[in-house]
């Protein structure tokens, strides 16, 4: 089946500094990603759409120059938190549609980002 | 998209059926139910959708009601492996938000030995 790769699975940085997380589709091409959040004990919330080729759409409240998404090629979208702080520290999943015929959503397997 | 309810918690023995239910009184005639799990700090995991029908795949049913109201997943024999947080999402199939899923606040379900 389709698989999505979701990279790193955690990471630990100190305050201020930036991290990125990476999002691949692995068999099929991804025109649409999506990036969700949650903490925890909490429920997923969705982030932001990421669209191949254009600049990604926000969910309200959600900093879009904190959250940097970059979706450069129709297999892979970033997210880089800048200037991370402790309160950033969450789980971060990504998604990606796979279009038609056989249209399907697909999930990461998430990154545990934990800032000092 | 329409919103649903579910219990916060359920458990079940291993080896027997789990059903989970859904309420989604407010569903639209275009919408579909799709069902997700989340097993402990992994991502989301795809069961089953359905429409009107009743949907039976290698992971699960999906059983929903005539009215559309509600639906009932049922996993047969549920394993100590099944124990996950479960959603239960209405909302159009494909479009242009299609993947824009709101994620409410699923039924934990523990399956015990």
């Known amino acids: 089946g389709a698989v999505v790769s979701q990279h790193p699975s955690w990471v630990i940085c100190k305050s201020g500094t930036s991290v990125k997380i990476e999002c691949r589709s692995l068999?099929?091409?991804?025109?649409?990603m999506f990036w969700y959040r949650q903490f925890p004990k909490q429920s997923l919330m969705l982030m932001a759409t990421?669209?191949?080729?254009?600049?990604?759409?926000?969910e309200q409240g959600v900093e879009k120059d904190k959250f940097l998404i970059n979706h450069a090629s129709l297999t892979l979208s970033t997210l880089t938190v800048t200037s991370a702080h402790p309160e950033d520290s969450s789980f971060y999943i990504c998604?990606?549609?796979?279009?038609?015929?056989?249209?399907?959503?697909?999930f990461g397997s998430g990154t545990q980002l934990s800032v000092l | 998209d329409a919103k649903t309810t579910q219990p916060t918690s359920m458990d079940c023995a291993e080896g027997r059926a789990a059903n989970l239910p859904c309420n989604h009184s407010?569903?639209?005639?275009?919408?579909?139910v799709y069902w997700y799990r989340q097993i402990h700090s992994q991502g989301p995991q795809y069961i089953i959708h359905?429409?009107?029908n009743n949907e039976t795949n290698e992971m699960a049913s999906l059983i929903i009601t005539e009215d559309r109201k509600s639906s009932t997943l049922i996993l047969p024999h549920a394993t100590l492996r099944d124990t996950a947080v479960y959603y239960c999402?209405?909302?159009?199939?494909?479009?242009?938000?299609?993947?824009?899923?709101?994620f409410g606040q699923g039924t934990i379900l523990t399956v015990h030995p």
């Open positions: 359905g429409l009107k």
């Open positions: 998604s990606a549609r796979r279009g038609f015929p056989n249209e399907k959503l697909f």
């Open positions: 407010t569903i639209s005639g275009n919408e579909y």
């Open positions: 068999d099929f091409q991804a025109t649409t």
């Open positions: 990421s669209n191949e080729g254009s600049k990604a759409t926000y």
């Open positions: 999402i209405v909302r159009r199939a494909g479009g242009t938000s299609y993947g824009k899923l709101t």
